[in-house]
């Protein structure tokens, strides 16, 4: 028998499924749904074919018509190296495997490299919504650095059929100008060529994490990423979920209110991720939480987990990769749509 939601949250259950968020209301949110692009992106200066790119996002996998997004990123071979990814499960070494896990998965689309898709576009790009990731971070320099590089064009992704880019920034290093001076250029591009544009809002600085907390999942510091993020104008927010907050307090940088801590956020994971959620324009930039590293047997319930904190708190997706990956592809599968049951099951509201 499938466990439960509930079950699958254990001792968490009752403080996820019946939180109700006493910060920022949910009528106060622009939420997920159905029309959500005739609510949100209609009125903007998105053109025709950026809402078609995006409307094909949305209209894709088992999420389809719903508003909500499940999307399988497979960009590790570069940002975590390809021997450490895809070690576990070398048939993810074939650029066809990724593309085939996310259409038997139900994603909405599949997010990798111009290498990797480029190799099967021409089989798969009218199958499933590709997302070209432009920019990363690689890992054979020795040292090794962290900076993200542009390793694609826009024009690369127009010619195979992408209907979306991705890039990375990572606010709060010394490359960040650089980097959002790219990034934005690049999106700028991409709208032009009818691309819808998705942003990893990550934070990277040695001095953000300290002997008290990781303060680069900070609810206040990811949800000033995200704002920067949705200036630039990504349509989508990929972020990770915030598992703190006080960054700005704590390390004493930067300028925040005390109303952030103690009226638009509290200690709540719901309350934190929602957060993130009114930093992308209340939800008009859709947020989508990353499902983070593999860690075995507990894959499923930290998936479901987050997935759950990202839907109540008024959030639109999970974009889960090495948790489904690094499994035998049917057990990946399984894992995709336990996800996107969460987002299918109507008993699962906005807090």
């Known amino acids: 028998m499938t466990e439960s939601i509930a079950d699958l949250l254990g001792s968490d259950a009752q403080s996820l ?58 960009d590790q071979g570069i940002e975590h190296s390809a021997g450490a990814s895809f070690a576990p499960n070398p048939e993810y070494f074939d650029p066809e495997s990724i593309v085939k896990l996310a259409i038997e998965g139900g994603c909405n689309a599949v997010a990798s490299t111009v290498g990797v898709l480029g190799m099967v576009a021409r ?29 694609a064009s826009v024009r690369r992704a127009v010619d195979m059929g992408a209907v979306a880019v991705g890039a990375t920034i990572y606010f709060g290093s010394p490359e960040a100008d650089r980097q959002i001076v790219e990034v934005a250029h690049a999106f700028e591009q991409a709208h032009e060529q009818g691309l819808a544009t998705v942003l990893w809002c990550y934070l990277r600085n040695n001095a953000f994490k300290t002997d008290k907390a990781d303060y680069h ?26 598992e703190c907050n006080g960054g700005f307090t704590a390390l004493k940088f930067g300028k925040t209110a005390p109303a952030v801590y103690d009226k638009l956020s509290s200690p709540h994971p719901i309350d934190l991720c929602r957060y993130q959620v009114i930093n992308c324009y209340m939800g008009r ?32 997706g999970l974009i889960s990769g090495r948790k489904a990956f690094q499994r035998p592809m049917k057990e990946g599968v399984e894992l995709l749509h336990r996800i996107q049951d969460v987002y299918l099951d109507a008993s699962v509201t906005v807090a």
């Open 285 to 316: 930039a859709g947020l989508i939480n990353s499902g983070g590293a593999s860690s075995g047997a507990s894959d499923v319930k930290e998936a479901v987990r987050t997935a759950v904190i990202n839907k109540r708190a008024g959030g639109t």
């Open 123 to 151: 089989r798969y790009s009218h199958k499933i919504p590709f997302l070209v990731k432009l920019n990363h971070n690689e890992l054979l320099t020795y040292p090794n650095k962290f900076d993200q590089i542009m390793f």
């Open 217 to 242: 999942v900070a609810a206040d510091l990811t949800g000033q990423a995200n704002h920067l993020g949705v200036t630039i104008q990504a349509d989508i927010i990929k972020q990770k979920l915030p």
């Open 17 to 74: 499924l019946s939180h109700t968020c006493q910060t920022i209301r949910r009528d106060q949110l622009h939420l997920p749904g159905p029309d959500f692009l005739d609510r949100v992106f209609e009125p903007s200066d998105r053109n025709p074919r950026v809402l078609g790119s995006l409307a094909r996002m949305f209209g894709a996998g088992r999420l389809a018509g719903s508003g909500y997004l499940s999307i399988l990123p497979v």
